[in-house]
């Protein structure tokens, strides 16, 4: 019983060993292709996240349109079946929706975990000091961090 707790014991210290920080990139190669992907991944996820919106925005705009409209939109044939209800419709659409929401949501938590990455190895870069506005301009534009950062 003795060994098993000493087994125990020494994978959790060697696990608390593993969740150190991350080592600093030394190498100005490999901090220019990490800088490189980390701007790549931002761009990405706001092309998507902007993807996303209009979809949402589309979505938003024909289930209102099906909703008031409801005596006229009575059959909807969609490539090879026909729905006759609805309801059925209008809560595919809400599924798609929140599908499409709770992307973007995803998708923007991922930017803001990036975002300070991007930051810190664009500062180690470029040799930038820790109050300069450099890192914004170098930075892939998004819209809503714009708005949101300087509202």
Do not use: C
Request: net charge negative; charged share 15%; glycine share 0%.
């Amino acid at each position: 019983m003795g060994s098993i707790i000493e087994d125990i014991k020494q994978n959790a210290l060697k696990a608390l060993e593993d969740m150190k920080e991350d080592q600093d990139i030394q190498s100005e190669s490999r901090l220019l292709h990490y800088h490189t992907l980390l701007t790549e991944n931002i761009r990405n996820n706001n092309r998507q996240i902007a993807r996303n919106s209009y979809i949402a925005i589309l979505s938003i705009a024909l289930y209102f349109f099906i909703f008031f409209n409801e005596s006229t939109v009575s059959d909807i044939s969609i490539l090879f079946f026909k729905i006759n209800d609805n309801t059925l419709l209008l809560n595919f659409i809400t599924i798609v929706f929140a599908f499409i929401y709770l992307r973007n949501i995803t998708l923007w938590n991922n930017n803001i975990n990036l975002i300070p990455l991007f930051e810190s190895a664009s500062r180690k870069l470029f040799n930038l000091n820790t109050f300069t506005d450099t890192v914004n301009v170098v930075k892939p534009f998004s819209f809503l961090h714009h708005v949101l950062n300087y509202q």
